[in-house]
């Protein structure tokens, strides 16, 4: 009982702060979202309802707002999220081989979190750093010219 | 490895050619082969350079010499002194009083190497951007001083118009005309917005004036506020952009402090203030109607147009939406005048134009270059090159919404309306390009994964058109396509470019219309042969062979 109080408390006590800084109106809603996903990693369903009530915008209209934007998940993901540039500008100079071999080395498909709950591995859209592709991002570190050798050391700086 | 030391371009519009432009392409060719040159030297023929009197006109790279008017009978010596000896060929050089269009701007460059004159990107990286002192140190904030207290909102209208600035974000529509728009609409409230929700793909040129610039932008914003009638105005910079965002808002704080926002700036009765909008990830924000859901706090799907923004935006009321780089230039504009900006570009496309050059050239990076230059330019001076001496087989356009360039047209002027006469558009200014090892296939399976994944997913022929169309590009990719494929896929591409509500299904078109017009006997050679070409795709699928 006290755990989920506690809980309640935090989630609580983070969507106060952001109301706090970007108001009440609706045109606040996704600079909200985005800081209490940033605070909390993911945007929880107790979350999301605190909002809905907070902000008096139904829940319904919060979660498609939530579940339409890639930077906000209605998901838990794990400690570390790895990012991998999609686009044609890093596919065309090596993308191809080094997303293999980073699904291969983590054991995980796009979208998939590890068991260990250490990696969530995500792919991504041009994130407009294509003069160094092919580009990884692993939480808000941004790797460049990245070949497959080099992702054993990348991904062993995350603990 | 072979490396081109030396580009030689010829012009080749009517004129030149009346001129005797041929003689003197035929007559370089011959030169260089006598002087044992031809393997070092490419020579080769453009359309207009640009408005002068000097034609026929030969430019050389690198150091971007221009001569002119050229007589076949002097090519020998312009051969012999540049080609051979390396220096510039006395008495054939045209007279800078005479240029125009990109042969000014090449002269403008003050001994710059690769050749740039920089207008979008004049302070990037010169100026500290988090210090307003530094920014007004190099003419900051001037122009809307000029605008405020001699000019009326009209005339700032006027003197963009008559600068022909053409949109920036892709579309190229007179940001003159867009701004009387707003200005004559209808409305209490008015509002600017600034699109720095940059997410075209390979594009990273407005990240880099918000992030080496940013006071620009705000400038910018206000001038516009005033010529337009707002007092509001709205940057929604897309979330990625760290940086960008620390730097805009550290800018509006120090513009407030020394009163360049708030209430009567320059003691004028003219309010403004901007407030910074950050995406949280999501493509489509980047049309102008998604965007300004996004500010109102909903999903970003693009609304139904007509109504526009400039009459129904922001909470309903007239908006100006504008792209950075357009913004950027309008300081320079209204404080050199539209004549100045004029010199720079082509006649229907003035200025200049920031690319960004990626894929499988020496140098990949930003330039900023001026409208009407060629892609053969573009990879032999600021791309130093094809990689590994590699064929040069296509460049993509602005994104994902641009086109499939093919060699074929990469003498090409680079401008609005040149392109739209080649069936081809420029985008949003990347420029990814791709060597023989490319297969078409795989580049337009890639393209179509990302409108796959970016579509809103609003309307049906975007939702599902990009969809099937990937699925079809797979199995094409995979070796198991049938030809009667090609016919649906085309048929699809027609479905998404007549009936889907915005540009994003609209242009997902382009990529499979661009591969078959142009490269078809490649996609032909995956289904009927079950062979890729190049050897990228997978062709997984592959029927065994009859033995």
């Given amino acids: 009982m006290s755990d989920i109080a506690q809980v309640d408390d935090k989630v609580r006590s983070v969507v106060q702060q952001a109301l706090d800084r970007h108001g009440r109106e609706r045109e606040g809603l996704i600079p909200v979202l985005s800081e209490v996903n940033r605070a909390l990693g993911y945007l929880s369903p107790e979350a999301l309802s605190e909002i809905s009530r907070q902000m008096r915008v139904p829940k319904s209209q919060v979660f498609s707002v939530a579940s339409f934007y890639r930077m906000l998940s209605t998901k838990p993901r794990g400690r570390h999220v790895i990012q991998f540039c999609e686009s044609a500008p890093c596919h065309v100079v090596g993308g191809r081989e080094v997303w293999q071999a980073l699904q291969d080395e983590l054991g995980l498909q796009p979208g998939e979190t590890s068991a260990d709950g250490r990696w969530t591995l995500v792919t991504t859209s041009c994130l407009g750093v294509c003069a160094v592709g092919p580009v990884v991002i692993v939480d808000n570190d941004i790797y460049g010219n990245v070949d497959r050798a080099q992702l054993p050391q990348i991904l062993a700086r995350y603990a | 490895m072979q490396m081109t030391r030396a580009l030689v371009l010829v012009s080749s519009d009517r004129e030149s050619m009346e001129r005797g432009a041929r003689q003197v392409f035929e007559r370089l060719q011959q030169e260089i082969r006598a002087t044992g040159l031809q393997d070092e030297v490419v020579v080769t023929m453009v359309g207009d350079v640009g408005r002068h009197d000097a034609l026929p006109m030969v430019i050389v790279y690198p150091e971007a010499v221009v001569y002119g008017p050229v007589r076949p009978d002097d090519v020998p010596f312009l051969v012999e002194e540049h080609l051979l000896k390396g220096r510039i060929a006395a008495g054939l050089q045209a007279s800078v009083r005479e240029l125009s269009g990109r042969i000014a701007w090449l002269s403008a460059r003050q001994g710059t190497l690769p050749a740039e004159y920089r207008i979008v990107l004049s302070r990037v990286g010169l100026i500290d951007p988090e210090d307003i002192e530094d920014y007004i140190l190099h003419d900051g904030y001037e122009a809307l001083g000029k605008a405020l207290t001699t000019m009326t909102p009209a005339q700032v209208i006027d003197e963009i118009s008559r600068s022909g600035l053409r949109g920036r974000g892709g579309a190229g529509f007179p940001t003159g005309t867009k701004w009387r728009f707003v200005a004559s609409a209808k409305g209490d409230r008015k509002y600017v917005i600034c699109n720095a929700d940059e997410s075209e793909p390979g594009t990273f040129k407005d990240r880099l004036v918000l992030e080496g610039d940013p006071h620009s932008i705000v400038e910018a914003m206000t001038i516009a506020g005033y010529a337009v009638g707002a007092s509001e105005g709205y940057i929604y910079v897309r979330g990625e952009y760290g940086l960008a965002l620390e730097r805009l808002s550290r800018a509006i704080h120090q513009a407030r402090q020394m009163g360049f926002l708030g209430r009567g700036i320059f003691g004028s009765d003219f309010d403004f203030d901007i407030h910074i909008h950050a995406g949280a990830g999501a493509y489509i924000c980047g049309e102008e109607t998604a965007l300004i859901e996004s500010i109102e706090g909903k999903r970003g799907e693009p609304r139904s147009r007509p109504p526009y923004p400039t ?237």
């Fill in chain 2, 311 to 547: 009459t129904h935006g922001l909470w309903g009321k007239p908006t100006l939406v504008n792209n950075v780089e357009t913004l950027a230039n309008v300081p320079h504009i209204i404080r050199n005048g539209a004549a100045w900006y004029r010199q720079f570009g082509t006649k229907n496309s003035p200025g200049t134009k920031v690319y960004t050059i990626l894929g499988a050239v020496n140098v990949t990076g930003l330039i900023e270059v001026p409208m009407g230059i060629t892609l053969r330019e573009v990879i032999a001076i600021y791309g130093k090159g094809m990689k590994n001496g590699a064929a040069f087989k296509l460049a993509q356009t602005g994104g994902s919404s641009g086109s499939i360039i093919p060699a074929s047209l990469q003498d090409t002027p680079m401008d609005f309306d040149s392109f739209t006469r080649a069936g081809v558009s420029l985008g949003s200014g990347a420029l990814l390009i791709c060597d023989e090892d490319t297969c078409v296939v795989d580049l337009a399976k890639v393209l179509l994964n990302f409108f796959k994944v970016e579509s809103c997913g609003k309307c049906t022929p975007c939702r599902i058109g990009t969809q099937r169309a990937h699925q079809i590009l797979s199995t094409i990719a995979e070796g198991t396509a049938e030809m009667d494929d090609l016919k649906d896929l085309l048929s699809l591409a027609d479905g998404m470019a007549n009936y889907s509500n915005c540009g994003l299904g609209q242009t997902a078109a382009v990529p499979i219309r661009d591969i078959m017009r142009h490269f078809r006997a490649e996609v032909e050679a995956h289904i009927s042969l079950r062979v890729c070409p190049t050897g990228v795709c997978p062709m997984s699928g592959r029927r065994a062979m009859v033995a």
